[in-house]
């Protein structure tokens, strides 16, 4: 994949592919992605223009599927509660009967920003709520990839994606944010590593994946600015120069999953830079971000925000 892809180049051409949780952030980003490279694209959430989730965000899945397709691809929203194992069953069985297969699976479900504390500790903490977030980031992931996976596995080649915040190395040693969250992005890392050790032998790479400091809708809204302005944040986060948009991290699953020697990342933690180092591809903006080895050498190191050599 070339490092200004669009539509035209519809490498993934004929693939079907399934973003889990793509009503916004980082999974709209890979959905609209998989369209510009050509992918059918089935977009899950909660999020309806009838219907919003308890998140009670303006985004819907409708609108991510009219953007995969105005990508280039073929966007299908259909709306699934992936705590639901019948709801994801029947969802699976759609897929099966329409397309016959399953190229892609993006586990890109989180929904609990509004939910988590950045201070209170596990004691202090709702019990009820942070069992909610552990639920929403990993029970999610785990009942759509048991439907999911017999239907990928018919056809060698699949490629897995749960999406995660921090690098396994990264959040083996750093604590991130509080328990529950901490909790929840580990977990999906390990949970690639272990579908990594199931899968390989059977012709499907699964893999853990970070975006870097991500430009969600959400993150946005917090620094008051829009994606055309998002440098006006400088003035409140210098380090927010690091930032990327969801494309990147899209850009980084095209790249796999157009990869036919993908396998060699097979169970493994992935970053949107690193990938971006290997494959060649860059942010809408044309720049290549790494944020993860920035956080570590600039932003923790303590040192003034500075990107140079780091995007």
Excluded: C
Excluded at 49 to 74: F, H, K, N, W, Y
Excluded at 251 to 270: K, T
């Amino acid at each position: 994949m070339g490092p200004n892809a669009t539509s035209s180049d519809r490498t993934l051409a004929g693939r079907i592919a399934l973003v889990a949780g793509a009503t916004r952030g980082a999974g709209r980003g890979i959905a609209v992605q998989l369209g510009a490279a050509g992918a059918t694209v089935y977009v899950t959430g909660r999020s309806t223009r009838e219907r919003r989730s308890e998140m009670d965000r303006p985004e819907t899945i409708e609108e991510t599927a009219e953007l995969v397709t105005a990508a280039g691809g073929r966007g299908i929203a259909v709306q699934v509660d992936h705590l639901d194992p019948e709801q994801v069953r029947s969802l699976v069985e759609r897929i099966d009967q329409e397309q016959g297969r399953l190229d892609v699976l993006v586990n890109a479900i989180w929904g609990a920003e509004l939910l988590f504390s950045w201070d209170k500790k596990l004691w202090e903490h709702s019990l009820e709520t942070g069992l909610r977030i552990l639920r929403l980031a990993i029970d999610t992931h785990i009942v759509t990839a048991h439907f999911a996976l017999p239907l990928m596995l018919r056809t060698p080649g699949g490629l897995v994606v749960g999406l995660t915040d921090g690098t396994a190395d990264y959040n083996a040693e750093n604590y991130r944010i509080s328990f529950f969250y901490d909790l929840a992005k580990t977990s999906v890392n390990r949970m690639g590593f272990a579908l990594g050790r199931e899968l390989g032998p059977l012709g499907v790479t699964a893999v853990s994946l970070t975006p870097g400091w991500l430009r969600s809708e959400i993150m946005l809204e917090v620094f008051g600015v829009t994606e055309a302005t998002w440098r006006d944040a400088l003035a409140k986060q210098p380090h927010f120069a690091i930032s990327e948009s969801p494309a990147y991290v899209g850009r980084a699953v095209v790249a796999l999953a157009a990869d036919p020697e993908a396998g060699r990342w097979n169970g493994r933690s992935l970053s949107s830079g690193e990938l971006a180092r290997v494959y060649g591809f860059t942010d809408e903006d044309g720049s290549r971000p790494d944020a993860w080895r920035y956080v570590v050498e600039v932003q923790d190191a303590g040192r003034r925000a500075d990107t140079t050599g780091y995007r």
